[in-house]
């Protein structure tokens, strides 16, 4: 037989065997060696073309911009002098010591570029299974994960296996995303202040209009204006926060336009009605961007929970739920104890692991990676959440954001249309990457090597 023909045959078996579930994705690569005689380097090669096929057998898309580079494995390196042992990318041929300067020597031991890779080149795609959710969306998502060293994918994936055992995630999901954007004022007198709330509580109902005219394109409408009074050293400040709802794009962009003109406007009518303020501008702080609060408005909320009953805990899962309960309670609170707002564990990880495979904005996740987690019980069920209260994304390549063929690629593969699944999605993954860990360190699994 000649080598492209076992290739081919082999590639068959193995999704075969995937299909059937009797072989974990993760585990092509060991299974290669092993059963059919693939030796390393080669295997990883031919693992990823396994989970490639397999993943567009499952969803009926086609890979086509995430490519599986021609070596796709890391090699280590020695450099002698630091006693130092490099990890390099196959295709990397700046073979110095970037520490020492030395030349470093190929050892004859090589590993996967991430775990579960299915492609790229510069940034390394894992898969980490599949998920069902139900409740606000009823839909099974491919998950794709640019995650970097570790072994979250692996995680997210046992995690999904066992949460699709039970019947899939129960996802809850807001239908708009918010955008929010603020003015600021400074006045000298208590007096000036509240003419001015006055003033602009009344022009209002006519600059909301204007502004909804300036979101027209992503269908943006102003949803709240908050006024917050604040004191500081003789000064009397006034924030006057705006918010505006988005279906299916994130909206920064125009609400800060829309907010830009009602600045002007309202500088316009304070000065006709004679009311004095010191200064009037752009207020980023109060508006949240950026910045970790529980009161951040920005994005869409999302929370993810399963219902386990005791006894399927203990059967199925094998861990004490008492104890369970017990891990999730600790963890909480040692995060409470070192101040945190928000619990944010796992989540920290795979909500930028998902931002990097679609590549949407917002660049950065900081916002929408802020997480809760929730551990109740009722009657007999075990009720384990995450909530995720900021998720931002812009689902369509557009004016606010391009998005490059490899991201709308992975979107389609994922299978998310709108960005409400893809809130979905991602709190599906969180809940499931958080469970597996909850999981693993209840049952004194982890970090007892
Ligand atoms: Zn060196």
């Known amino acids: 037989m000649s080598n492209q023909k076992k290739e081919h045959r082999v590639i068959r078996e193995c999704i075969k065997e995937l299909r059937a579930g009797n072989l974990p994705p993760w585990k092509l690569e060991n299974e290669l060696l092993s059963k059919y005689g693939v030796n390393e380097p080669e295997n990883f090669r031919t693992a990823a073309i396994?989970?490639?096929?397999?993943?567009?057998?499952?969803?009926?898309?086609?890979?086509?911009?995430?490519?599986?580079?021609?070596?796709?494995?890391?090699?280590?390196?020695?450099?002698?002098?630091?006693?130092?042992?490099?990890?390099?990318?196959?295709?990397?041929?700046?073979?110095?010591?970037?520490?020492?300067?030395?030349?470093?020597?190929?050892?004859?031991?090589?590993?996967?570029?991430?775990?579960n890779y299915i492609g790229g080149s510069e940034n390394y795609y894992s898969y980490a299974g599949r998920i069902k959710v139900?409740?606000?969306?009823?839909?099974?998502?491919?998950?794709?994960?640019?995650?970097?060293?570790?072994?979250?994918?692996?995680?997210?994936?046992?995690?999904?296996?066992?949460?699709?055992?039970?019947?899939?995630?129960?996802?809850?999901?807001?239908?708009?995303?918010?955008?929010?954007?603020?003015n600021?004022?400074?006045?000298?007198?208590?007096?000036?202040?509240?003419?001015?709330?006055?003033?602009?509580?009344?022009?209002?109902?006519?600059?909301?209009?204007?502004m909804n005219k300036k979101m027209v394109e992503f269908s943006g409408k102003v949803s709240t204006v908050e006024f917050k009074r604040v004191?500081?050293?003789?000064?009397?400040?006034?924030?006057?926060?705006?918010?505006?709802?988005f279906k299916n794009f994130r909206g920064h962009g125009d609400i800060s336009k829309a907010v830009g003109y009602a600045k002007k406007e309202i500088e316009i009518q304070l000065r006709k009605a004679g009311i004095e303020y010191e200064l009037s501008v752009i207020a980023q702080g109060y508006d949240g961007d950026l910045k970790p609060s529980p009161q951040n408005k920005r994005g869409r909320y999302a929370s993810a929970e399963i219902r386990v009953s005791r006894t399927v805990f203990k059967r199925l899962l094998k861990v004490d739920p008492q104890?369970?309960?017990?891990?999730?309670?600790?963890?909480?609170?040692?995060?409470?104890?070192?101040?945190?707002?928000f619990y944010s564990g796992m989540g920290g990880e795979i909500i930028p692991a998902i931002y990097r495979a679609v590549q949407v904005n917002p660049r950065s996740p900081l916002v929408s990676s802020f997480q809760n987690i929730y551990i109740e019980t009722e009657n007999n069920d075990v009720v384990y959440r995450v909530e995720l209260p900021n998720i931002e994304v812009g689902i369509a390549s557009s004016r606010e954001g391009l998005i490059p063929p490899?991201?709308?690629?992975?979107?389609?593969?994922?299978?998310?249309?709108?960005?409400?699944?893809?809130?979905?999605?991602?709190?599906?993954?969180v809940l499931a990457g958080e469970f597996n860990l909850a999981l693993e360190i209840s049952r004194e699994k982890l970090y007892s090597s």
Not at 198 to 205: H, R, V
Not at 406 to 429: D, K, P, S
């Open 231 to 245: 004191e500081s050293q003789g000064d009397f400040i006034l924030y006057v926060d705006y918010t505006a709802d």
């Open 184 to 210: 600021g004022y400074i006045f000298k007198s208590e007096k000036w202040r509240s003419q001015a709330i006055d003033l602009i509580k009344t022009i209002l109902p006519r600059i909301k209009v204007e």
């Open 406 to 429: 490899g991201g709308r690629e992975a979107l389609r593969i994922m299978g998310v249309n709108t960005a409400r699944e893809f809130a979905a999605a991602v709190a599906a993954q």
């Open 134 to 182: 139900k409740g606000d969306i009823e839909k099974e998502f491919t998950n794709l994960l640019v995650y970097g060293t570790g072994l979250g994918p692996i995680g997210v994936t046992r995690g999904c296996f066992k949460i699709n055992k039970l019947g899939g995630a129960i996802v809850r999901v807001s239908e708009y995303g918010r955008a929010a954007r603020c």
């Open 50 to 115: 396994c989970r490639q096929r397999f993943i567009e057998e499952k969803t009926g898309e086609k890979f086509k911009y995430i490519t599986i580079s021609e070596k796709p494995f890391k090699i280590n390196y020695l450099c002698r002098k630091d006693k130092f042992i490099w990890a390099l990318d196959a295709r990397d041929s700046f073979l110095k010591c970037s520490l020492c300067g030395s030349k470093v020597e190929a050892l004859d031991q090589y590993g996967p570029l991430v775990e």
């Open 323 to 341: 104890k369970f309960i017990s891990f999730i309670k600790i963890d909480k609170i040692g995060a409470q104890e070192l101040g945190c707002q």
